[in-house]
């Protein structure tokens, strides 16, 4: 608690910082987009300007990032398109999303993968994360850091208790084949819908629930129309925030040694985002409780069988892959 005071001081500092910097710079040299489909008060959005701040201020003004929440510049898989062609400089995705794009993305995001948020810690802070971040240069982009989302639960407006209650309900997924399957795999129907689509999808029935984390469950109002909450927590479903290679050349015109700047400013906007995530998860719990939503912690017995009829996803993964999945669980 006492990290994360400091950390919003230094914040509101920086903030301040930033903009005496810009005053006495006039102008900055490069104003650069960064865009997030999630509220301006919400972790990952904090965290974007929190390193738009530390960018300001370690480059003297020189450099701005302005950051875009709510999905104000467009969708997950169109913001992704945008960033691997440059029209947008910065983003935060899911790696749901992402997997699309990258493939092979999807041994970090199987059901049940990692044991907790330490052991996912563990993972993507290691060799295997770096490499990951490294990869996306495949897709287009700089990699810079990741972002923590906690553990998706399934939210449904009828009681959800044990596995049989799913059966044959329709779920919305992210634009997802692997969360398509893990549907199918528990007996239910999904439909893949945009993010910002699931509040109206929930309000007409087009849809009986859906999945995420508690925080986004709760900023989103979903919990109104879907109010029961099953924290079977089958994915971490971890998130990245990437750099376009056309925001890249256009620092390092600027000056060369900005890149390694911004690169470490994500670094650590990665740390105070973990931070804010403990806290908003904690807090999002106490608010979903407080509205009159149903929250149901299922016994392990009952998460073993979630996590059984699940398995058949891992027989996809063969090879490299399979290599992957085993380091990853021997951590
Ligand atoms: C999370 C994530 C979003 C994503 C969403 C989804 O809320 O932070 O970036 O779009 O899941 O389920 O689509």
């Known amino acids: 608690m006492r990290r994360l005071a400091f ?27 960064y865009a997030d489909n999630q509220p301006i008060d919400y972790p990952t ?23 875009f929440g ?9 913001v ?32 049940y993968l990692y044991r907790d948020s330490a052991h996912m810690w563990r993972v993507l802070d290691g060799p295997i994360g770096e490499a990951f971040l490294a990869s996306m240069q495949r897709y287009g982009a700089v990699g810079l850091c990741w972002f923590d989302a906690g553990a998706r639960s399934f939210y449904t407006t009828e009681p959800v208790n044990r596995l049989e209650d799913l059966q044959g309900k329709v779920i919305r997924v992210q634009e ?7 549907i199918r795999l528990l007996g239910a129907r999904s439909v893949q819908i945009p993010y910002g689509s699931v509040y109206s999808a929930l309000q007409t ?44 050349g256009k620092i390092a015109m600027v000056e060369p040694s900005f890149v390694g700047v911004v690169m470490q400013c994500a670094k650590e906007a990665s740390l105070y985002e973990r931070e804010l995530w403990r806290k908003a998860e904690l807090e999002c719990e106490e608010k979903l409780k407080a509205s009159g939503c149903t929250i149901t912690y299922p016994e392990q017995a009952e998460i073993a069988r979630w996590r059984e009829a699940m398995r058949g996803i ?14 990853i669980q021997s951590q």
């Open 176 to 182: 997802s084949d692997l969360m398509s399957e893990m």
């Open 70 to 78: 709510g999905g104000e510049l467009g969708e997950e898989l169109e």
């Open 45 to 67: 959005t904090t965290a974007a300007r929190y390193f738009s701040a530390l960018v300001s201020d370690r480059t003297e003004g020189k450099i701005q990032i302005r950051v």
């Open 80 to 111: 992704l398109d945008q960033v691997a062609y440059g029209g947008i400089d910065f983003s935060r995705f899911s790696l749901g999303t992402f997997s699309k794009f990258q493939p092979q993305t999807k041994v970090l995001q199987l059901p």
């Open 314 to 327: 891992y027989d996809q993964f063969a090879g490299e892959d399979a290599e992957i999945i085993r380091q």
């Open 205 to 248: 029935h087009k849809i009986d629930g859906a999945e995420n984390n508690i925080p986004s469950y709760q900023f989103t109002g979903h919990y109104e129309a879907a109010p029961y909450l099953f924290l079977d927590e089958h994915f971490r479903l971890p998130e990245v925030v990437l750099m376009s290679f056309a925001a890249k």
């Open 7 to 33: 950390l919003s001081g230094l914040l509101v500092f920086l903030l301040a910082g930033c903009s005496r910097s810009l005053a006495k710079e006039e102008s900055p040299l490069l104003i650069l987009r």
